[in-house]
């Protein structure tokens, strides 16, 4: 376009023989679903792992697969670090998280602490692809995503060659850059046939527990501007309780732990809409793109 400089092209699609594999390992998950954000420190792997308990006591079937490799820290969350993994005739059993959650994470497969992950692409693919492939799934009504943030190869690989994605969630925070890399992600997304199917705002506001009272003091909400400039729903705006670090650094997921908390009814409620949304076929109707 002119005077907004080059234009910027998706990389070329190149099928890999791996995703037919990978098609026939889904078949028995009903809902695939990618949790991502446009940065790092917005609360991704909060949301995900938190959304995939509260799918479970909503009564569903729920799997949670970590590929955010540089930064694994699902199975710590949940309280799982340092299961062991089994391999059996029908491929590799996921750990078992809280409420009987199927959990896979490269966090299970590191040595120590200290165990750097220094991969390019290529090998970030193939374990991609092994997640989903050597890993017994079994029967699922969700398999929840912990994406990396950003778009980058692993990014690049779930939109591109792993083909059954039903939706994409968007994690934000309070804050205007936060609405502009999320506004780039949604935009991937779409130009590569995803359909986004929804913002969370996490840290909307401050949870006191002291007084039980929720108080605005970050600014203008970017959920919404998101939901409003790209048209896709809020599915939540969830407040910042100051337990929630303290939760995750002890392993105790926090909706198990908080139950009757503004912050644990907000995932029940993002928990329902992406079911109700993933129930409705996409609209034929021309989203809003710009």
């Known amino acids: 376009m002119e005077g907004r400089g080059p234009s910027i092209r998706m990389p070329p699609k190149i099928t890999d023989p791996r995703r037919q594999a990978a098609l026939e390992k889904l078949k028995n998950v009903k809902y695939v679903v990618a949790i991502t954000s446009g940065k790092g420190g917005v609360g991704k792997s909060f949301i995900a792992s938190n959304l995939a308990l509260t799918l479970r006591?909503?009564?569903y079937e729920v799997g949670l697969m970590d590929i955010d490799f540089h930064g694994p820290?699902?199975?710590k969350m949940l309280g799982i670090r340092g299961?062991?993994?089994?391999?059996?005739s029908g491929g590799i059993q996921p750990a078992q998280g809280p409420l009987g959650l199927k959990v896979m994470s490269l966090d299970f497969l590191l040595e120590d602490d200290d165990t750097p992950v220094i991969w390019r692409g290529p090998i970030k693919t193939t374990a991609i692809f092994q997640f989903i492939t050597d890993?017994?799934?079994?029967?699922?009504?969700?398999?929840v995503i912990d994406m990396p943030p950003g778009t980058?190869?692993?990014a690049i690989t779930v939109a591109q060659e792993i083909p059954k994605i039903d939706g994409v969630v968007f994690v934000t925070i309070p804050s205007e850059v936060s609405v502009l890399v999320v506004g780039r992600s949604i935009m991937f997304y779409k130009r590569l046939g995803k359909r986004p199917i929804g913002v969370v705002e996490n840290m909307s506001a401050f949870y006191c527990p002291d007084t039980g009272k929720t108080y605005k003091i970050f600014g203008k909400g970017s959920g919404r501007t998101l939901s409003e400039k790209y048209g896709i729903p809020l599915l939540a705006e969830i407040p910042l309780d100051?337990?929630?670090?303290?939760?995750?650094d002890e392993g105790r997921p926090y909706i198990l732990a908080y139950p009757e908390t503004p912050v644990t009814k907000s995932f029940e409620e993002?928990?329902?809409?992406?079911?109700e949304i993933l129930k409705t076929p996409e609209s034929n109707s021309k989203e809003k793109t710009s």
């Open 135 to 143: 890993v017994s799934w079994g029967d699922l009504d969700f398999l």
């Open 242 to 248: 100051p337990r929630i670090s303290e939760a995750n």
């Open 152 to 154: 980058g190869d692993e």
């Open 83 to 88: 299961q062991r993994l089994i391999a059996l």
């Open 57 to 59: 006591i909503l009564g």
């Open 73 to 75: 820290s699902a199975p």
């Open 270 to 275: 993002m928990a329902r809409k992406i079911a």
